[in-house]
């Protein structure tokens, strides 16, 4: 945790970079800072996944109507002011990255962050210690 | 939101035709009512996305047994009753289109409604104004 | 339900045998038990999805760091001691599984589990009764 899925129809695929996407949203996720102004988001555990769908349909059918869906998960503890600072960052990102699309066919864009209803957490993996603040 | 995400085990791939799920989902979808008539699911909003898995396994291994998982997550703030309406339209849908797989394979359907649990929501693309009601 | 979904940085795709760690993960979902010694998850309702992503970022960008998110939905109505018996018995065999890779390569391992906070639940396949219990 903290982790970014994207999940969008496949007509865009070639009409914007999704990697650069990818990369644009976890390093702003970097630089969303916590009510003391530290990093709320672990360097060693972010990370940014995107998925076009195999198969879709969208709306009545009466137009090539395109989606793309981000989704953060984030542990729980954080206040709805983080919740917010992150939020609006990662749109904000967003926007910018999509607005030639936005300005050239129809798309509906939805980022929503969730708090992990998670009952069990566990972390195995190698990548924090090669992050480790001084 | 609101979005149905079909989750399933590659093998039926060439078995059923998932493209018309998605769109005989997505115009179930457009049907449900709440409890004063009105439209539930917005139609520039509506988009159902299917994805195969790369890899699987399922039940103990001892036969060919496929999975679709289908989950609708929607908004807050519907009562009981809609969810309801919603589950057992879309059921009806899912399930005479895999009539035919039900009654040649095994194969395991399950169908979700979650209510978001989002605390963040950003919406940020260009196509409900392209179905704004009059 | 229960399904276990994975997604992970498709560096990996070709370094680890991911339908293997599949098959593993379904085997160890079948040996849990409650407190009273019954099977946790229905033989015929298990079920491992596994999906590499198209397109990824993750930490900083400065290194080739993989990562792994593997995320168990399962019902509610379980006690805490099943959600803790449930984890650690699935991180044992992924840890076991990722091991070499642990050895050699940089990699984020998060397993997670969830209750399901669905308002609706549907079944309606043909697996369970394939695995009635006599």
């Known amino acids: 945790m903290p982790h970014l899925v994207i999940l969008y129809t496949p007509q865009i695929e070639h009409q914007t970079d999704m990697s650069a996407l990818c990369r644009r949203l976890a390093d702003t996720m970097l630089t969303v ?25 969208t709306t009545d059918g009466s137009g090539d109507h395109a989606f793309c869906y981000l989704n953060l998960r984030m542990g729980r503890g954080r206040s709805a002011a983080v919740h917010q600072r992150a939020g609006e960052a990662l749109v904000a990102t967003a926007r910018e990255h999509f607005a030639p699309l936005l300005a050239s066919r129809p798309i509906g864009l939805t980022l929503q962050i969730d708090k992990g209803p998670e009952v069990f957490d566990g972390k195995f993996g190698n990548l924090h210690p090669l992050f480790a603040r001084p």
Chains 1, 2, 3 share one sequence.
């Open 33 to 57: 800072k916590d009510d003391a102004g530290a990093q709320v988001f672990p360097t060693g555990g972010t990370r940014v996944l995107a998925y076009p769908a195999a198969h879709h349909a």
